[in-house]
């Protein structure tokens, strides 16, 4: 369907044409009916001088149907005042005084009078035209003649209709050709209109081929290049926007974007990981409506007050408090009116704790290596203020510094086991091993010790269980830690028993050594593992614990590719199951 500029321009022609048609038909029909009454006029001018001339009064009454016929007019002989003498059409008698006539008074002043009136008689408009009978220099009458005007009526309308013929096939014509040109002119309008909607939808494919050297062609150009020059600037700003999405997406450390009214506008994955939210839940809400922070509030207003860019480390409560250090800065490039704020979130809850951690093993090593330090040079001092010489007493001083010089070399020996394990400098050998052998060769160690303590020691190991894929000498290590712990905790006359069985997922052997120990508090078994973390600290150092083995088991277990599950309550034993992987032939 057309457009409505196309309607436009075709009606302005159509009107155009049919204006310029009756134009040119009034003035023609005009100009002929002007024509044809002057040369009406004019004979009947002529016939009126000849008649005056030509007769006198008494003949031109006595000849005035002859007259009459011979100049195809109505005459009419009027004296000098305004007294009809005779007409040819009519009783004279009868007929009213014409001295008022305008043909008349118009002869009398002028010397010619002409009028054109409607004859009630006839029916129809009648051309008049009256002459001044002179004699020497006054009027002794006049002499009018008339004629209808059939001849023009008749006349005009034939040509009127021969007009009307030629302006309908003419305007046809005119139509027809302002119906293509109008639709010539148009139709690159209507591509521009159809191709710049395209570019409205974001459809940039394309250009405009309009071959035309006026106005339209270069105004086709002029979006073509147009459109060229967007289309760069469309694909560079969607790099870059690709870039910083891929930014935003990859960055580890969380990022919001607060609008010009302090709401929540952006933000990305890692900031939802961070905080644990859902998006929903933040998006359109201010940072102290989604996140409940005084802190955080008051860092944001005192960089609304300042304009200067502020870093302040805050602490988000919820199930586990969440240390983040803020930074909080203003976008820059954007118009006035649409500021926008970033907030970048790091978390340092992670660092925070491992400083934690960093100085609770600095100060827990220099504690346990302290202890026995202070022992050994206190045994060693009164030693060599005299006591050396009471062998009995330097027996028992000697003893109790090899017991701290032992206490201390496994100190060393688990803390250089660990670091070598955090630094990948323990290289671990994995090979197919069967677990009975490795819990019978930890168990010959372990049972005199229980016996020690009159603790019965009970396993229950399948003889069909798949070999292990592990490092047996690491795996000796693991049961013997968590072995040595059960004995250690667990009071005379009581038990531990070792199971073994496969896992529903077939691919790992669970070992569980439970033991009706003292048990551990449920609050405490989150920490277990930490280095140097004991759950009764003087009695662990009482029994030559160094607060390293569980930790030792955690890296070792982890190197296996296996997990350390730990169950127990207070006084009531414990349980610690161990997921090894099966050894799986190539």
Partial sequence: MKGNLFYKIFA?????ILLAMAVVGFQV???????????????LTTYAGMIDLACT???????????????????TLIDAMGTVLADSEAT???????????EVQEARVKGKGTA?????TLGIDTLYVALPMMENTDIRGYIRLARPLHEVKKTVGAFNILILQSFLFVGAISFIIAFIFSARLVSPVQEMEQFTRKLQDGDMSGTLLINSSDERGRLARNINYIVTELQEKVRFANEEKGKLEAAFASMTDGVLVLDNQGRIEALNNAF??????????????TPLEAFRNIELADAIDRFKETGIPISEEITLGGAEDIILDVNISAIHGLAKGDEKTMMVFHDVTRLKRLEKMRVDFVANVTHEIKTPLTAILGFIETLQEGAIVEEETARKFLTTIRKHAERLNRLVDDLLVISNIELGETRLFFESVSLAGVIDSVLAIIIPRAHEKQIHLTKDIPDDLPPLRADRDRLNQILLNVLDNAVKFTPESEKISITARLHEDENHVIVKIIDTGIGIPKSEIPRLGERFYRVDKTRSRELGGTGLGLSIVKHLMRAHGGTINIESRLGAGTAVSLALPIFKSQ
């Fill in 272 to 285: 939802k990981t961070i905080v644990r939210l859902r998006r929903r839940d933040i998006i359109g809400k």
């Fill in 92 to 102: 004279a008698s009868e007929m009213d005084n014409h001295l008022n006539r305008t």
């Fill in 116 to 120: 054109i009136r409607y004859s009630h």
């Fill in 57 to 75: 009064k008494t003949e031109i009454e006595s000849k005035l149907v002859r007259l009459s016929k011979m100049t195809d007019a109505r005459i």
């Fill in 12 to 16: 302005t022609y159509v009107v155009i």
């Fill in 29 to 43: 029909s005009s100009q002929i009916k002007s024509k044809l009454m002057g040369k009406i006029e004019s004979d």
